[in-house]
């Protein structure tokens, strides 16, 4: 249990990884689903970011000590991660923008029913 309370930002990206994931998994609206990918988003983010972290730690250009060091490695794929979600969440939306003009619902289950309507009346 000490563990925990030295390492909660940890338990907590863990848990808004498994939110979302259940979200992801379980909701059939799409834009549930994207709202869960983007809380699996930030927990994988958060959890970057607190392994780079040291307490006491310096940024490296100022450290005398090399080895306690901020890293800054997870901080750069935090960032790199940031603008890829942007941008799949931004062509994931208007995606369902389309569906949703074609088949006038956003849940799955009435998407794949229309389209399995559409594909045998052919």
């Known amino acids: 249990m000490m563990n925990l309370l030295y390492n909660y930002e940890e338990a907590v ?3 808004l990884f498994g939110i979302g994931f259940v ?6 609206n799409l ?7 983007n809380i699996m988003d930030t927990g994988l983010y958060l959890f970057l ?6 307490k006491g730690g310096s940024a490296p250009i100022y ?5 306690f060091y901020i890293n800054p490695v997870p901080a750069g794929l935090v960032l790199t991660g940031i603008v890829v979600s942007v941008s799949v969440t931004a ?3 208007s ?8 088949y006038g619902t956003l849940n799955l289950d009435d998407i794949y029913r229309i389209a399995r309507a559409k594909i045998n009346e052919r």
Request: aromatic fraction near 8%.
């Open 13 to 15: 990206a863990i848990i």
């Open 23 to 28: 979200t992801l998994l379980f909701h059939r």
């Open 31 to 37: 834009i549930k689903k994207i709202i869960g990918m």
């Open 49 to 54: 970011a607190s392994m780079g972290y040291v």
């Open 63 to 67: 450290a005398e000590n090399a080895s």
């Open 91 to 93: 062509i994931m939306l």
């Open 95 to 102: 995606l369902s923008v389309r569906l949703y003009k074609r």
